[in-house]
């Protein structure tokens, strides 16, 4: 099973301008999430998918391979979808593991488990997440305690 692992970072952020390679505790945000690839040895290959060459330059410092994404995928209305059918393109494999570079704090080892419960439990996709029981304050009297909650995707891991 050939396993692709893919953080896309993308350059043009509104929200955030050059959020993925803002500082954070020393070093880039992007930086966090490229360490957590690295220390796994469960896939295959890792790329980040980016067009905006400070981020590339950044990556490749980190001795990882760029996938040159075309500015037309690194808009706010492309998906994190359209870069992975992009990625898988140019790549093919047969499982992908996408890693978020705002979602950078991961626990060592988190990358292979998740991989490794994915082939275990013949998985179609997997999610890091948190159960959330959170309530709009005055939308129910429930106590806390009843409240069942939901899974919250934390944008850490998702394999597919």
Known sequence: MN?????????GSKAIPRKNIKDISGKPLIAWTIEAAK???MT???VVSAED???AQIVRGNSV???????ALATDEATTVSVIQHAIEQIPCDVV???QATSPIRRPGLVDEC???F??????SLATGFICDYIEYGKNQLRRQAIDGFFYDDGNINLM
């Open 39 to 41: 220390e796994s040895r």
């Open 53 to 55: 060459e400070e981020i």
């Open 115 to 117: 991989v490794r419960e």
């Open 44 to 46: 295959d290959r890792y």
């Open 97 to 99: 593991v996408l890693l």
């Open 119 to 124: 082939k275990d439990k013949d998985n179609d």
């Open 65 to 71: 391979e760029v996938l040159s994404l075309h500015s």
């Open 3 to 11: 396993v692709l692992g893919i953080t896309p970072a993308c350059g």
